[in-house]
């Protein structure tokens, strides 16, 4: 990783001393909020697979950084943090802003040390980063401020750089054609890939058309089979489609490749569970498995294919296929209706009309994640970060902001609720000074919208879930960005039109699109009532009511399969 980024002080001042010195090959991103830094530091580590990195000062720097190092945890990227601590001569004195920081991090980071001497810095330092390629997870390196400033005799390593060198487990050809026959054996198997298959895109193609399976992925392996592809469901739970659930529900085979998907515990019973899994403890840990391979989900989806076995057509594939279609016609529907406000879903289907096959996009948490996942192009060379387990506000703009900076040559797009884009706003002015043409998508319904969900389900009040809404683009324009708004399609066209223009043009300049939108709870999907072969009528009725799914333009899958028999 070419940058870094923080916010100096006192304790920490001497490190970026030393930054400033090495300014011709790593480059400084002085953000307004470590929170942000840490962020986008995570964020770079899950569009690039190479190290994140921030740093903060001691004391409240520290706690800063906290909220982006255990979204890195959690979704097991490789960070570093390096952290500022007073001086050695006050330490254990109660000086201002001294804490006793490592215990603080012991829960986010694998490798957590302080160093004692000047000397140790770069081994600690060259120990910090290999750790957390090693472990997939954070690394934090606490710097007394006045031993980063002291100058050491160096000449660098020889060790070589091996931080990206993986062992892979060796594959057991006999599991591969076990798992092809049992495949060609089930009456409706699905497939369920997830990251661990995301660098596969070829192979998880060739086995779903090989033997005919309907395809799920995991929220955050969005794209790891082409969005537009037929046999590619979407994924199950909040986040998901109708499809997806319904395919799910109905199979009697599920091949779970590259994932440990949680929810996969609520699948019904009785239905065979193949996994493959190149983490030992991952195997079985979240359902229990009829067949477990241990493989790299590449290795192994590439040797299912060669074993030559297929499946022919059924009519389950042909529903399911059917059952996709019918998804996205729908969506389109909500899409092009603006008679009572701007839709989530038109701004969606603007962007993905506007945007580039290699664009990069930063999502934040809540209805927004659910729309973009739902509809954002990612069939081509598109990338996405997002904060899958962690789940935190605010990691939209952040996440725009490292693409660009990861990624200067390609269109970046970040796409925020107005609530997390309030948390982080500021940063607009890092987009600003370091010329970073991010469109930054804010989606204004003035609502928590995904926690209104919650209580809506709960039968809790509507209780401290709105917000006072606010001039976002007229905002953006106060910090030097370019700032434009949306209240209904024809304005929003207006407004892409615009972005194209400034695009074309070379435009260096953060964009901020204030699009507001109607306050609709879109669709859940992670449990979806309509098949009146399992649910009686009312419940029916109530669910395509809630969320306007007439029977005409979403049958549920058992019809589709009546039908076609």
């Known amino acids: 990783m070419d940058h870094l980024y923080g916010i100096t002080a006192d304790s920490i001042n ?69 952290v500022g601590q007073s001086a050695t001569g006050v330490m254990n004195t109660n000086f201002f802003q001294e804490m006793n920081q490592d215990p603080m991090f012991v829960d986010v980071a694998t490798f957590h040390k302080q160093v004692t001497n000047a000397e140790q810095i770069p081994y600690v330092v060259d120990e910090a980063i290999r750790s957390a390629y090693a472990t997939h997870s954070v690394s934090v390196v606490i710097l007394p401020d006045d031993l980063s400033g002291q100058e050491i005799d160096f000449d660098g390593f020889k060790t070589a750089n091996l931080t990206h ?57 969005t794209g790891t089979m082409p969005t537009d592809h037929p046999l590619f469901m979407g994924s199950r739970g909040r986040l998901g489609t109708k499809p997806a659930f319904e395919v799910s529900q109905a199979a009697d085979l599920v091949l779970f490749v590259g994932t440990n998907f949680p929810f996969a515990r609520y699948l019904p019973a009785g239905v065979k569970f193949i996994q493959v899994n190149n983490n030992l403890a991952d195997l079985g840990k979240q359902h229990d498995a009829d067949m477990t391979v241990l493989a790299d989900a590449g290795d192994f989806l590439t040797a299912l294919a060669v074993t030559g076995v297929t499946r022919p057509v059924t009519n389950f594939v042909t529903a399911a296929k059917q059952d996709k279609a019918n998804w996205d016609t729908w969506l389109a529907k909500l899409a092009a209706d603006d008679h009572d406000g701007l839709a989530a879903e038109g701004v969606m289907a603007a962007i993905k009309a506007a945007s580039d096959e290699d664009a990069v996009f ?147 300049l953060p964009i901020v699109l204030d699009a507001k939108i109607k306050n609709v709870d879109p669709i859940d999907t992670s449990f979806v009532p309509v098949d009146p072969d399992s649910f009686d009528a009312d419940t029916i009725k109530a669910y395509r009511e809630q969320y306007n799914v007439s029977g005409s333009d979403q049958p549920a899958l058992s019809n589709l399969l009546k039908d076609l028999a």
């Open 362 to 508: 930063g999502l934040d948490v809540g209805n927004n994640t659910e729309w973009a996942i739902r509809q954002l192009p990612f069939n081509r060379d598109q990338r996405f970060a997002m904060s899958a387990w962690y789940g935190t506000m605010g990691f939209g703009l952040p996440a725009g902001l490292a693409g660009k900076l990861s990624n200067p040559d390609k269109q970046v797009w970040s796409i925020s609720g107005d609530g997390g884009f309030a948390m982080v706003m500021p940063d607009i002015l890092t987009e600003v000074k370091y010329q970073l043409p991010v469109v930054n998508v804010v989606l204004e319904n003035k609502a928590l919208g995904f926690i209104a969900h919650e209580k809506i389900q709960a039968g809790q009040a509507p209780y401290g879930i709105d917000l006072v809404g606010a001039d976002w683009a007229g905002m953006a324009e106060n910090m030097g960005a370019i700032g434009l708004k949306a209240t209904n399609l024809a304005e929003l066209k207006v407004a892409m039109a615009k972005i194209k223009q400034l695009q074309a043009d070379g435009n260096q």
């Open 165 to 221: 060198v993986t062992t892979k487990p060796v594959l057991d050809a006999a599991a591969v054609n076990t798992v092809a026959e049992q495949l060609a054996a089930a009456n409706q198997p699905i497939m369920w890939v997830g990251q661990g298959a995301r660098a596969s895109r070829e192979a998880v193609v060739k086995v779903a058309e090989q033997f005919n399976l309907p395809v799920l992925s995991t929220a955050p392996a």
């Open 14 to 82: 001497n490190t970026v001393d030393g930054l400033y010195a090495e300014r011709e090959n790593l480059k400084y991103i002085q953000v307004r909020h470590e929170e942000v830094g840490a962020l986008a530091a995570a964020a770079d580590a899950k569009l690039t697979g190479k190290i994140g990195v921030s740093f903060g000062s001691a004391g409240p720097g520290a706690v800063h950084l906290l909220n982006g190092l255990y979204d890195a945890k959690m979704d097991r990227v490789p960070v570093l943090a390096l």
